[in-house]
């Protein structure tokens, strides 16, 4: 009985929390720490509406509240266990990107070798000079670092000079819009460990290491807005927030065959194609005041086609603008409710003169390929616990060094400092 106890204890231990907030809907995920502690098992997802949050932000505390712990229970039930800690992500067109240069001076005279201690302290200054006073840092990626001006490198441990500067690309949020969520959680009954921005975290589930070494641009189309993050050498180069979303078709489906936002909301998941073309295609039966009349496919690929392209050109341009070098040669993963339209994903190929594929992460473990691409987003922020995990595990091995060792390590890097 004993050991029982100490394994479901570990089990408990090692099982993370995440929970994505979207306009429409919120969706919780937990998964298990797999064996070799590198990847994760047995993943679960609840979701259901989301209430008091709208782009974003919250307009009201108990509803959002509420919906948390409902979702909450849910998990609970499934798990056997009370949820303590969990890890957020968020989206919302206040979520900024923006680049800070900042410098420090190695030595007065010659020069000497770049210390992890060095960098450390060029990071503190870059983010605290980008950072305003009310914001929230989310995320931040290095972009280079240049050494006496020289070409920029992603690593300078190690090299020599006089000066080193850095870009960091800092992305945040105002402060109120991020306590506001995580005071809903905490009313809700549980901790906050960490806050992401859902575009990320949904990168990190559907991308692989190959596509975000070579290059490639994640679009994640939500319900009101739409991210695009690109990828480049391992790090987030761009970050951009687009003002469409799914309810813009939902609300142009709604127009034209004249019924509720609930009603055209299903028709967009289960009958719109952006295929479909001619007099011969097919009909859908659609109930609109207590009547049933035919609408045709066709016709109502013709009513939302306008409003696609205008997306796609909004796309092209934020991924082109970008500045990002050699982007004409990147891949397009695509993920979010939208992305599942049939025929969208060609239609982007055409306008993009991209190659572009479906996002599906690599822990889904058995969601359906239907569902898959909608949970990104908590599916990655499970990853980003994992590689938190694996980190915290590298640095407890690491800092197990002998009274000696630390003592040489300590004056090693004091003779750098001020030789």
Known sequence: MTLLKKDKKKTERNVFYALDIGSQKMTLGSACVAGDHEHLEDVVLESMPVRGIFKGVVNDL????????????????????????????????????????????????????????????????????????????????????????????????????????????????????????????EHAGCDVTSVAYSGIAAAQAVLSADERDKGAVLVDVGETLTGVVITQEGVVRHLCILSFGGKNITEIVANFCRVPLASADEIKRTSLELTAEGEESEEVMIKSDDAYHSVKKADLAGAISPEIDKFLELLKKAIFDSGIENVSSFGVVVVGGLSLLEGLLERMERTLGLSVRLGLPREAGQLALSHAPLHASAIGLLEMQLQDYCNSRFFLQARQKGPWRKLSDYLADLYHDYF
Do not use: F, W
């Not at 305003?132 to 995320?139: A, K, P, Q, V």
């Open 62 to 185: 108990a509803l959002l509240s509420d919906s948390i712990r409902q979702v909450a229970k849910r998990m609970e039930t499934r798990r056997g266990h009370k949820i303590s800690r969990l890890a957020v992500s968020i989206n919302g067109n206040y979520i900024q990107a923006r680049h800070s240069i900042a410098a420090v001076a190695l030595a007065e005279r010659g020069t000497r070798t770049i210390t992890k201690r060095d960098v450390d302290r060029l990071n503190q200054q870059t983010r605290t000079l980008g950072l305003e006073l009310d914001e929230h840092l989310l995320h931040e990626y290095p972009q280079g670092y240049s050494v006496d001006r020289h070409n920029m490198t992603l690593n300078p441990l190690g090299l020599h000079g006089r000066k080193l500067q850095e870009d960091l690309l800092l992305v945040c949020s105002p402060a109120s819009y991020v306590e506001n969520i995580v005071r809903a959680v």
